[in-house]
């Protein structure tokens, strides 16, 4: 019963339970079950029961489908560490929005998932609780930072999840791990209880098994926020897909984002343009297009981001929470022992990149440059979106690589997010969708959009969907 | 650390050779006004469920070393 029950997809599980066909308990029991036998370090926590606080799942627009939490929400009254051994077993006194939504939505909480420490990383290997794996080869990454989030719902140890997108930290363990992930327009979702990163580009979002689940998911998490100022209306009601072609629809190829230049491996490469030929024949009309300033995205962002967390992670300082080192010494003593005992080494290397960012006499040639830079690539994607609807490139320039493969180049890890970043330096929304097999490891194909064109993102996403018929789930008997 | 960060600045350092100099920086992504919540008092989490979370509290406070302690 359990195999058969985690077959279903979040939605279809959902619609059984709201007709009373299906048990929200059992169904509930079948994934706990499962989270806390999880071999694949997916999860931090898992929950004993549903809480008790949510609605009647059987009435619910979510009808009681449980959902895994990157560990950086926080949850009140459970471990949120945000993958760091500094918050090591803090149990914050409130919920994040996103999180308190998705409750009252009828998504109870099945458990925390792994990260990469404080969402730095492409492949959760820097994580303070140790590496999360690729439910298809667990000798690989599952990409990161919301690694535990994408091995879980591979591996049908979670219906559903939600993550966070900074650069691709959605979108990329997405596609190593063969399930789909959405970064929404920034502002769509509260960033409220959420252990902040870099707080002009994150953003929460799903991880799910299909374009069907990511909408519904998507639609109880959207929304404005009175606790979030960056956080907008909005414009319309978030639809269930239903498109079975891309007629109507001009899809851009940035030509910098698909070639060999941001390393791009061939086997991807082929992966995407099989689903580009079953788009035009979806009727999709095809054409290159440029994104001149693309390559220095990465740049940018490895300027800005760190510049921002460095900023964000000086709350960590062993007073208020958490970890605290050597609290009979003098104050700064405390917080640098604190901070060194705490923090991971790629945090570090954050910090102290984002705080030469900043210091004086360097803010204008790195940080100021930076926004400049980030100027350049929202206008060349505002000059795109006036010839085409949306723009496809692969997601990941390469498949999941072996756990330490890229641990000793922080270049080459940072090289990840090439595709994915220059969507959230303009904070529009995209989404990765499997698109077939490399050498038996899975492709994404990313899709993007101009700011709030979600509902045209998930038609155009399902109806390539539906061409591609990926059905590549490892076991999850 | 100091070659891998050395290496990355490196890298970063590409952007210098744009001409950016008519380009004005990034402040919002989106094109919306931040709207503000109405400046009015609301209830805040009780005192001992915040210290609660905090590694020294000290009475209703939260505790922290003196700045003019002698290093230890």
Redesign the interface.
């Known amino acids: 019963m359990t195999a058969a029950l985690v077959q279903l997809t979040a939605a279809q599980a959902g619609a059984r339970v709201r007709a009373r066909e299906l048990d929200p308990r059992e169904l509930f029991e079948a994934y706990r079950q499962r989270a806390a036998t999880d071999e694949l370090n997916a999860f931090t926590w898992v929950a004993e029961a549903p809480a008790a606080a949510g609605p009647s799942p059987a009435d619910a627009p979510l009808g009681g489908v449980p959902v895994a939490v990157k560990d950086l929400f926080c949850t009140e009254g459970v471990p949120s560490q945000a993958g760091s051994r500094i918050l090591e077993g ?5 919920s994040a929005t996103v999180v308190e939504r998705l409750t009252r939505a009828g998504a109870p909480l099945l458990g925390k998932t792994n990260q990469d420490e404080f969402a730095m990383g492409s492949s959760t290997e820097n994580s303070g609780f140790g590496p999360a794996r690729n439910p298809w080869d667990r000798a690989r990454v599952p990409g990161g930072s919301s690694g535990g989030s994408a091995a879980a719902v591979a591996a049908g140890l979670a219906p559903w999840a939600i993550g966070t997108d900074t650069g691709g930290s959605i979108r990329q363990p997405a596609a190593l791990c063969g399930v789909v992930g959405f970064k929404p ?3 769509a979702c509260s960033r409220y209880g959420m252990i902040a990163f870099a707080s ?1 580009l994150d953003q929460a979002g799903p991880l799910t098994r299909d374009v069907t689940d990511a909408a519904l998911l998507f639609g109880q998490m959207v929304g ?1 926020d ?2 979030d ?2 956080s ?1 209306k909005f414009p319309e009601p978030v639809r269930l897909p239903h498109a079975d072609s891309l007629r109507g629809f001009r899809l851009g190829i940035p030509e910098e984002l698909t070639g060999t230049e941001g390393g791009v491996e061939p086997g991807v490469r082929d992966a995407f343009d099989r689903s580009l030929e079953l788009a035009e024949k979806l009727g999709a009309a095809i054409e290159p297009c440029r994104l001149p ?1 693309a390559p ?1 995205a ?3 962002y ?2 800005i981001a760190p510049a921002e967390a460095s900023a964000n992670l000086a709350r960590f300082d ?7 080192v ?9 917080y640098s022992r604190t901070r060194a005992a705490g923090f991971g ?1 790629e945090v ?2 954050r910090i ?2 984002g705080t ?1 960012a900043l210091s004086s006499g360097y803010y204008e ?2 940080y ?9 690539i ?1 206008q060349d994607l505002h000059a795109v979106f006036e010839r085409f609807d949306l723009i496809a490139t692969p997601t990941s320039p390469w498949t999941a690589f072996e756990l330490g493969a890229k641990l000793d ?3 080459q890890m ?1 090289l990840n997010d090439f595709c994915t970043v220059p969507m959230s ?3 529009i929304p995209a989404i990765s969708i499997p698109c077939g097999l490399s050498d038996g490891l899975p492709v994404g194909f990313q899709l993007a959009g101009p ?1 709030f064109s979600e509902n045209r993102l998930f038609e155009a996403a399902f109806a390539l969907e539906r061409a591609i018929g990926y059905d590549g789930s490892p076991a999850r008997g | 650390m100091a070659s891998e960060l050395s290496h990355v600045l490196d890298h970063i350092e590409k952007i210098s050779e744009l001409d950016l100099s008519d380009v004005p920086p990034t402040s919002h992504v989106v094109d919306a006004a931040t709207p503000l919540r109405r400046d009015e008092p609301e209830p805040c989490l009780p005192r001992e469920v915040v210290l609660a979370g905090a590694p020294e509290p000290v009475g209703d406070g939260f505790g922290v070393p003196s700045p003019g302690a002698a290093p230890a």
């Open positions: 803090y149990r914050p006194p409130y327009t920034y502002g002009s404005r009175p606790r100022s960056t907008l300033h220095h990465l740049s940018a490895y300027l062993g007073v208020r929470y958490g970890l605290r050597d609290g009979e010494a003098d104050l700064l003593t405390m080494l570090k290397r102290m990149l030469y040639a790195y100021g440059t930076a926004q400049k830079v980030r100027t350049r929202a180049d922080p270049l940072y330096l303009a904070g700011a």
